[in-house]
Structure formats: structure tokens, C-alpha cells
């Protein structure tokens, strides 16, 4: 701030030159005790003559004061603007060396935070795009993810459907097998174990008929209502009505009836149709129990009884012998090949 003491150093001086005016004006007898009386009249005298001199001093000091206070005030307001660094000369260096760094800097960083407003600004735009893509690749993956729960559900059904096929590949082939060895033994639609051939009307154009009524089917083919005297047979009956397949709902109405029958004469005694008394039974569990004194008929049941035990050899059951089944007749295999010549 050289130029704000250059300013004071100048009114200083023309405050000392106004005192010195003013001194020189007002000195009296008691300021100056050296004059004497004599003295003091010739002074006396001589600022009365000269009275109009000492007002022009006067003004011109009161002109110079203004005039230094007016130089003060431009010398002040110069130095503010300076400080604030809103005027700077062309010729001030040294100011200009004094806030050249300061301005750089604040350019610098001017600069700085526009370069990290667009970069923000980039990385808004990118992480828009970003959501985008993923919530695109999400639907992508939900509807992917939808699509192979649907593939897994048609594979297990597939899969299913295969074990279903080979079940039933295989009782065909077991099929194919009997009919191929009772070829010329047996009539057609009847099948072969050993010697003998069997017959199960399982046709839904075949009606359910009573205990008697199915008998006499049978007979009319030269046939007669089966007899299951041996382990073999159950086993193979067993077999062959599961590979059938007869189902009509609800368990009792899946029986066949069979040629055994309870005597009238004597409860609980159970012959087959040649006379002979039955002394092997598959009979399911509590069976025959004579329910009501009204089952005297025996049948094979191709569904078992909630209550009965997974036993596959315990299927026969005593039921009413006038109830409307299905039944199953058998022939000796050298009468079924001269019914066919």
C-alpha cells in the first residue's frame, strides 16, 4: 500500500503549513512574552493595516485542507479497490504478482468442478443405462427361469409316461408270449397256463351278470367257471386281471366270479364245481365272513379292500352270489383246439 503513505506523508505536510499560517496569525502578548508593551502595539497596529492579507491566507489554508482530504479519499477508495482485487492497474506488478495465484487457483478448481459435474453427470447417465439393461436382463431370466420350470414339469410327466409305456410294454410282451404258445390251443380271446386255457370278458359290451348267470355263459362255450386249486393259478389270475387292467371303481365291483361256492347244508364248508372241497384258499384278510348269512359265492378282486393287507395272493372275497360281476371261465386246452377244428 505505497500509495496510501505517499498520500498521508502529503497531508501531513499541508497540515503543518495551515498550523504554521494559523501560529503565525494568532500569536498575542501572552504567547509571546519577549515583545513589551510597545512591541505589542506596533503588532497591534500592523494586523489591522494588514487584515485583508491575513483572510487570504486563511482561505488558501482551508482550500489546501480540502484539497489533502479529497487526495486522501481517492487514495483510500484506490487502496480498497486494490485489496479487493477489483481494479488492478496494468502497471501495478507487484499487486498482480500478489493475486495471479490466487486467481489461477480459483480458475483451476472453477475448472476442476465443472470436469466432476459432468462426470456425475455421465455416471448418472451411465447407471440409468445400467438399470436399464439389468431390469431388461431380469425379465429375461424370470421368463428363462419360467420356461425351464415348465421344461422340468413336461420332463417329469414325460418321464412318468415313459415308466407307464414300459410297464405296459412289458405285460404286452408277457402277453404276445401266452398268446404265441396257446396258438391253436386255446379259442381266441382266451388265455393258456399249461393245459388249460381262460376266459375274461372284459369287454364293456360284455354285461355284469350274477353267480348263476355266469356259469352258464361258460357252459354255453364248453366251458365252465374257473377253479383256482393251486398257487400257480392264483399267481397267474392275479396277473393276468392286474395286466388287464379292470378297474370299474369302487373295489367290489372289480371281482370275478369263480366256480366255488358254500354248501347250503353245511355253513362254512366251500366246494368247487367238480365236488370237490376246497382245502387251499386265498381268501383276503377276515374273509368269507358270511356277512348278513347272505355271501355264498366266492370272487377274485382285482382291487383290494382299504382294509385288506398287501398280501398280492390274498384277493378272494365271499359276496353275494346274486351281485352283478364279471367272471372267468376255463377249458382244458385239448377241448379248446377240437372246438376249433
Known amino acids: 500500500m505505497e500509495n496510501s503513505d505517499i498520500s498521508e506523508n502529503v497531508l501531513k505536510g499541508f497540515k503543518g503549513t495551515y498550523n504554521e499560517l494559523i501560529c503565525q496569525d494568532d500569536f498575542s502578548t501572552d504567547g ?28 488558501v489554508a482551508v482550500s ?36 495471479s495465484p490466487l486467481y489461477q487457483n480459483l480458475t483451476q478448481i472453477s475448472s476442476e468442478l465443472e470436469q466432476l459435474r459432468a462426470t456425475h453427470r455421465n455416471m448418472i447417465h451411465a447407471k440409468e443405462e445400467a438399470l436399464t439393461v439389468l431390469q431388461r436382463e431380469l425379465q429375461n431370466v424370470y421368463k428363462t427361469s419360467g420356461q425351464l420350470e415348465s421344461a422340468k414339469h413336461t420332463g417329469m410327466e414325460l418321464q412318468r409316461q ?28 382266451w388265455e393258456l397256463l399249461n393245459s388249460v386255457c381262460y376266459y375274461f370278458p372284459l369287454s364293456d359290451s360284455i354285461p355284469l351278470k350274477t353267480w348263476d348267470r355266469s356259469r352258464d355263459n361258460c357252459i354255453k362255450q364248453g366251458a365252465d367257471l374257473a377253479k383256482i386249486d393251486s398257487e400257480e393259478k392264483q399267481e397267474f389270475i392275479n396277473k393276468a386281471i392286474q395286466a388287464l387292467r379292470y378297474s370299474s371303481g369302487s373295489w367290489h365291483l372289480t371281482g370275478f366270479w369263480i366256480g366255488l361256492k358254500e354248501e347250503e347244508d353245511t355253513e362254512g364248508t366251500w366246494t368247487w364245481l367238480d365236488g370237490t372241497e376246497l382245502t387251499q384258499g ?40 346274486r ?10 386246452a385239448k377241448a379248446a383246439q377240437e372246438l376249433k377244428l
Not at 173 to 178: D, F, G, I, N, Y
Not at 292 to 317: G, L, Q, V
Open 162 to 189: 415313459v415308466e407307464s409305456l414300459q410297464e405296459q410294454k412289458v405285460a404286452l410282451q408277457s402277453r404276445v408270449t401266452e398268446v404265441v404258445e396257446s396258438c391253436g390251443r386255446c379259442l381266441p380271446g
Open 64 to 99: 489546501l485542507g480540502m484539497l489533502s482530504a479529497l487526495l486522501l479519499a481517492v487514495d483510500i477508495g484506490l487502496g480498497v479497490q486494490l485489496m479487493l482485487g477489483l481494479s488492478l492497474g496494468p502497471t501495478d506488478s507487484k499487486v498482480s504478482e500478489k493475486y
Open 323 to 332: 351281485n352283478a360281476l364279471k367272471w372267468i371261465c376255463e377249458m382244458k
Open 282 to 321: 386265498y381268501w383276503a384278510d377276515g374273509e368269507p365272513n358270511d356277512a348278513m348269512n347272505n355271501e355264498d359265492c366266492a370272487a377274485i378282486y382285482s382291487k383290494k379292500h382299504p382294509t385288506w393287507t398287501s398280501d398280492r395272493m390274498k384277493t378272494w372275497n365271499d359276496a353275494p352270489c
Open 32 to 59: 509571546h512574552p519577549l515583545y513589551n508593551r510597545q512591541d505589542q502595539q506596533q503588532v497591534s497596529m500592523f494586523m489591522v493595516r494588514d487584515g485583508l492579507s491575513s483572510r487570504f491566507y486563511r482561505l
